[in-house]
């Protein structure tokens, strides 16, 4: 009987045949051009997170915290675009968040959601999007209704609005609404991400003052993003709060010369103008 792989033939047909197989494609990170418009760009960014696919085999493979630096998410959704990984919806915010940096005319805010179901409750999350007064949203889900929308909507209650009859279609009450503030678009900031600014719980409130809060804080944003009034950088601004003054700037108690000096029981009167804030100084030995 001749003995099994006799020649080297058979492994090699079958190692041949197994580097023939198709390579499983990886999808490309979006580019544009300048002139592109936004919308356009929003579709690709979104095509590009659903040819990711949605993780369904219950081991995220990317650990997000919320309270981590913006610029660390940042890295960590360059390398989910290394990695091409499958992804769920909390890095689906965080990575349409990355690529869609460059558009400064684009306001970025996250969405939460908390529903009910067969005595359950579920959470989700989306990238809640304004461009030009219209509002839409990125992301990812197991239901196509509850991610992507295009920037259409008129109001941030209308999207809402769009987003719970969503949840209605698939049997799924609303029960709250989380909604944060415009997300920086400096990738290297060390801001954290505001991920729940407004939180509106539905049982306690009427339909009406339910659209009146989601009306309030889209005005809070636009307020906001009109004063500049967002959180500071500190690797810019604090160094200007914390600086110790000039050599050069004598102290005030050491202007007057010993001639200068007032008798012990005597009292000079104060003058608020003249008499600086000490509170912020110390003593520097």
Known sequence: ???????????????????????????????????????????????????????????QFFEIKKSRPLTGLMDLAKEMTKEALPIKCLEAVILGIYLTNNMTTLDRFPISFKTHFSGNYFRHIVLGVNFGGRYGALGISRREELMYKAPVFRTLSELIFDFEEAYRRCWHTLKKVKLGHCVS???HSVEQIEWKHSILDLDKLSREDFRKDLERHARDMRLKIGKGTGPPS???????????????????????????????GEKKPTDSKAMPDLNGYQIRV
């Open 185 to 187: 678009h400096d990738p």
């Open 1 to 59: 009987m001749q003995p099994l792989h006799a020649s080297d033939e058979g492994p090699r047909t079958r190692s041949s045949s197994l580097l023939s197989l198709a390579e499983i494609p990886i999808p490309s990170v979006p580019a544009f051009q300048p002139s592109t418009p936004i919308p356009e760009r929003l579709e690709a960014v979104q095509r590009y997170i659903r040819e990711l696919q949605y993780n369904h085999t219950g081991t």
């Open 234 to 264: 500190p690797t810019k601004d604090r160094k200007k709060d914390v600086s110790s003054p000039q050599r050069g700037q004598a102290s005030p108690h050491r202007r007057n010369s010993r001639g200068d000096r007032r008798p012990s």
